[in-house]
T-cell receptor
Framework: DTAVSQTPKYLVTQMGNDKSIKCEQN?????MYWYKQDSKKFLKIMFS???????INETVPNRFSPKSPDKAHLNLHINSLELGDSAVYFC??????????FGQGTRLTVV | GESVGLHLPTLSVQEGDNSIINCAYSNSASDYFIWYKQESGKGPQFIID?????DKRQGQRVTVLLNKTVKHLSLQIAATQPGDSAVYFCAEISNAGGTSYGKLTFGQGTILTVHP
């Protein structure tokens, strides 16, 4: 009965590869997010979708492309992975302007 | 004690003590505040929230205080338990009462360690 689930939990890949992280929520929320958490635990928003429409796009390299096929899913595709992309990526969802519920995170390691 | 520097602030307490975790925010337009708890290997988990028309809100063993004058938020945990050990984040949304989207922005985080 996981509310926000993302896969995979761990992802180890070589520089230059392309990878995707998937996220699904079963809470009926209309807003979904991707956050990046660095080694210092700082959580920074990357993207947000409301009703499948992109509403927040922070200063993120265009190698990162979110895709929302429907309101319950928000996937993150990353092209040409770099060492600096190594981090924990969190998916979250909420109703508009309310508390967000987070997934368990995807630890991405680029070698 | 509490320390602030290049690393995350840390707070160490004994089991049974009360803990106070502080957070400063800078955006005067922020009108909705949330405290999250993040345990190792997990995502942030909602603890308690407060809107800007309030200055105090209580939950089970937790109290959030909001001082809009000095843009300060605190989380008080009563009778702290080892299971409370985690990283605690404050987060804010500006213009949350409107119909447009407000961005959920996180603060730095504080590591709480509870010793048995």
């Amino acid at each position: 009965d996981t509310a926000v689930s993302q896969t995979p939990k761990y992802l180890v890949t070589q520089m230059g590869n392309d990878k995707s992280i998937k996220c699904e929520q079963n809470l009926g929320h209309d807003t979904m997010y991707w956050y990046k958490q660095d080694s210092k635990k700082f959580l920074k928003i990357m993207f947000s979708y409301n009703n499948k429409e992109l509403i927040i796009n922070e200063t993120v390299p265009n190698r990162f492309s979110p895709k929302s096929p429907d309101k319950a899913h928000l996937n993150l595709h990353i092209n040409s992975l770099e060492l600096g992309d190594s981090a924990v990526y969190f998916c979250a969802s909420s109703h508009l302007n309310t508390e967000a519920f987070f997934g368990q995170g995807t630890r991405l390691t680029v070698v | 004690g509490e320390s602030v520097g290049l690393h995350l602030p840390t707070l160490s307490v004994q089991e049974g003590d009360n803990s106070i975790i502080n957070c400063a925010y800078s955006n005067s337009a922020s009108d909705y505040f949330i405290w999250y708890k993040q345990e190792s290997g997990k995502g942030p988990q909602f603890i308690i929230d407060i809107r800007s028309n309030m200055d105090k809100r209580q939950g089970q063993r937790v109290t959030v205080l909001l001082n809009k004058t000095v843009k300060h938020l605190s989380l008080q945990i009563a009778a702290t338990q080892p299971g409370d050990s985690a990283v605690y984040f404050c987060a804010e949304i500006s213009n949350a009462g409107g119909t447009s989207y407000g961005k959920l922005t996180f603060g730095q985080g504080t590591i709480l360690t509870v010793h048995p």
